[in-house]
């Protein structure tokens, strides 16, 4: 059982920077890839990014990639997803996920364990 809480949310300006994390309960974190997602109002939840059990390997959605960057530290048992170069489009609620094994996948229906969500909200 992983249990996920989501922090760092906010109001931000476009063009700024915020830095989520997610913090995960239990002994075995660095057995579980690690996605984030997001959720805007009237949207389906949408795949942003996801790591790897080390660290090692990380992937992204084509709207994020460059500007968004997904780490892990297995030993404080955290998440993070560095947002920079934010758009009003990138305004959603934002939750972190947790698959055991060794596979990430872009389908949220795939993943065991999820947070309960960080409200991000870009002004233009």
């Known amino acids: 059982q992983v249990q996920l809480v989501e922090s760092g949310g906010g109001l931000v300006q476009a063009g700024g920077s915020l830095r989520l994390s997610c913090a995960a309960s239990?002994?075995?974190?660095?057995?579980?890839?690690m996605g984030w997602f997001r959720q805007a109002p009237g949207k389906e939840r949408e795949f942003v990014g996801a790591?790897?059990?080390?660290?090692?390997?990380?992937y992204y959605a084509v709207s994020v990639k460059g500007r968004f960057t997904i780490s892990r530290d297995n030993a404080k048992n955290t998440v993070y997803l560095q947002m920079n170069s934010l758009k009003p489009e990138d305004t959603a609620v934002y939750y972190c996920?947790?698959?055991?094994?060794?596979?990430?996948?872009?389908?949220?229906?795939?993943?065991?364990?999820w947070g309960q969500g960080t409200q991000v909200t870009v002004s233009s």
């Open positions: 996920a947790a698959v055991g094994g060794s596979s990430w996948y872009v389908a949220d229906d795939m993943y065991d364990y």
């Open positions: 239990g002994r075995t974190f660095s057995t579980y890839s």
């Open positions: 790591i790897s059990r080390s660290g090692g390997s990380t």
